[in-house]
């Protein structure tokens, strides 16, 4: 029998949109359409502390963590980003948009360099010492999802856009594919070793795509989040293990599972949460998973209030995450 998940203290009180770890310490920011974004210490216990908060003038839509773990930088509706400094527990505005920012982050060549995905079809990247963009690109649609690792960077829009680049060329589109899915694309995940991304939609699917020519056949679309009455529910998101791997997909069907991709398979279905499931994030070790039973809108605003907003952290065994030999296929 697993041990039941840990409750997160002092939870937002509205929905949470985004999850991000610290890549130094067990630090968990928070974003939530209440405007905030908080910071929470997980202790070895399991235990949680709130240590810091800091406000959007509007809903918080994205959050992420400097990769000195030093500052958190959040975007929302207000259409700015900002920056909280954790020495001094000062926030500050660092970027700004024509509409709302979705997606903020770090890139792994410059500590001081952000990538900002907005809805008002650019992206853009700023040099945290300087006030205005150093290069802005034109996006085919709105940005709902983005992810960096290394030299790739990924954004996924409205339409099923989606568009690579090389961060040793950062402004110039390396490569514009279509979502291998039919329907909206809800998030998109780098692997970890940057050869591909996930990308997962509305309609319970997820597709595993490969960059190089000669991967290629390797990609593969699979379908989950579906029920025994064959409803499909959107897929809200992946997050990718930092040291094996594999990955996870969360949601509306209040499920979360961990696979494998290299062997095809599912190395774990957690329990049933009864409430959709919003966002999720592994530490930077990989043996604590947060996820967020949250309202994703996905039944629309008549829906809204009804859910609870509750962070919850599963303790990541090696069976769930190891991949397995696809021998045993």
Avoid at 42 to 51: A, E, F, K, R
Avoid at 295 to 311: E, L, M, R, V
């Amino acid at each position: 029998m697993d041990a039941p998940d840990f409750e997160i203290a002092s939870p937002p009180t509205d929905g949470i949109s985004a999850l991000a770890f610290s890549s130094q310490a067990d630090y968990l920011a928070v974003a939530s359409w209440d405007q905030q974004v908080r910071v929470y210490e997980v202790q070895p216990s399991g235990n949680t502390v709130p240590l810091a908060a800091y406000s959007h003038e509007a809903p918080a839509l994205c959050v992420t963590w400097s990769k000195d773990g030093t500052k958190v930088v959040s975007g929302g509706t207000d259409k700015a980003a900002r920056m909280y400094d954790v020495a001094t527990g000062q926030s500050t505005q660092i970027a700004e948009h024509m509409d709302a920012i979705k997606c903020v982050k770090f890139l792994d060549q410059g500590q001081q360099i952000l990538a900002t995905g907005s809805w008002d079809k650019t992206m853009k990247y700023w040099d945290l010492r300087s006030p205005q963009p150093v290069g802005t690109v034109q996006l085919p649609e709105r940005c709902y999802s983005m992810d960096t690792v290394g030299n790739l960077l990924v954004t996924a829009t409205a339409d099923r856009h989606i568009q690579l680049y090389d961060l040793s060329n950062p402004t110039v589109v390396f490569k514009q594919a279509t979502s291998p899915l039919k329907w909206q694309t809800r998030v998109v995940s780098c692997f970890i070793d940057s050869k591909g991304y996930a990308v997962g939609s509305i309609e319970g699917r997820v597709g595993i795509q490969y960059i190089e020519e000669k991967e290629q056949s390797k990609s593969f679309s699979f379908k989950c989040h579906r029920d025994d009455q064959k409803n499909v529910y959107s897929v809200n998101a992946i997050s990718f293990h930092p040291t094996y791997g594999t990955f996870s997909t969360a949601g509306s069907d209040g499920t979360i599972n961990f696979w494998d991709k290299d062997s095809k398979q599912k190395l774990k279905l957690l329990s049933n949460v009864n409430g959709t499931v919003s966002c999720s994030a592994f530490n930077r070790t990989g043996n604590i998973f947060a996820y967020a039973v949250s309202y994703d809108w996905s039944k629309g605003h008549k829906f809204a209030g009804q859910n609870p907003n509750k962070i919850m952290l599963h303790a990541v065994r090696d069976d769930e995450s190891k991949p397995r030999s696809s021998a045993r296929r």
